[in-house]
C-alpha cells in the first residue's frame, strides 16, 4: 500500500512539472510585432520626429526620457529608469503605477504573455551596441 501511494505522488509530481512546462511558453517576437500595434498610434520604430510618443528605435539600454528631440514629462525625466525586460515589463504593465505623473495615455497590458511577447520584439529591434545582452 505504501508503495502505490509512493508511485501516486510520483505520477503526481510529474504531471505538475509537465503542466508548468506547458504554461512557460517562449515569448514569441512575430506575436510581439502585432501586439505593437497598440503602442504604433503613438510610437515609431525609426527616426520620425511627429509622433505623439518618442520613437522606441534602440530602446532597450537607453535611459528614460533621455532623447534631445522629445518634450518628455518632468516625470519620465526624473525617473531614473533604464529601459531593459524588466522595466519595460513593469511600465506596460501599469504605466501610471510605475512612473507616477508621466504623460503616456495608455492603461497598460494586463497580460504577462503579450507583455513577454512585445518586449521580445522590442529587443530584437534594438540594434545598439550598449544592449548586448547575451541571448
Ligand atoms: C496614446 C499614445 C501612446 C500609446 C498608445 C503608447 N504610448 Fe508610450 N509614450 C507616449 C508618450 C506621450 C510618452 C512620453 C511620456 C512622458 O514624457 O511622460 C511615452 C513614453 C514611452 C516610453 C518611454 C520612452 C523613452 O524615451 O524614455 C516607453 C518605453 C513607451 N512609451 C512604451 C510604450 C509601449 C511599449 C506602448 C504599447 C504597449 C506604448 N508606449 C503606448 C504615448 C503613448
Redesign the pocket.
Known amino acids: 500500500m505504501r508503495a502505490l501511494a509512493g508511485w501516486t505522488l510520483a505520477a503526481l509530481a510529474a504531471l505538475i512539472i509537465a503542466g508548468a512546462q506547458i504554461s512557460v511558453r517562449a515569448a514569441d517576437p512575430e506575436r510581439g510585432k502585432a501586439?505593437?500595434d497598440?503602442?504604433a498610434?503613438?510610437?515609431g520604430l525609426g527616426d520620425q520626429r511627429d509622433t505623439?510618443?518618442?520613437t522606441?528605435k534602440d530602446?532597450m539600454g537607453?535611459k528614460?526620457?533621455?532623447?534631445e528631440d522629445?518634450r518628455?514629462?518632468a516625470?519620465?525625466k526624473r525617473s531614473g529608469v533604464t529601459?531593459t525586460p524588466a522595466t519595460?515589463d513593469t511600465?506596460?504593465a501599469d504605466p501610471q503605477g510605475f512612473i507616477k505623473g508621466?504623460?503616456?495615455?495608455?492603461a497598460g497590458?494586463t497580460n504577462p504573455a503579450e507583455r513577454a511577447d512585445?518586449i521580445a520584439y522590442?529587443e530584437q529591434t534594438t540594434s545598439s551596441p550598449i544592449w548586448n545582452r547575451p541571448r
Not at 64 to 67: E, R, T
Not at 102 to 106: E, G, L, S, V
Request: aromatic residues 18%; proline residues 3%; contains cysteine.
Open positions: 501586439a505593437f497598440k503602442c498610434a503613438c510610437h505623439d510618443g518618442p522606441l530602446l537607453r528614460a526620457g533621455s532623447l522629445f518628455y514629462s516625470a519620465m529601459w519595460l511600465f506596460i508621466n504623460r503616456m495615455a495608455f497590458i512585445l522590442l
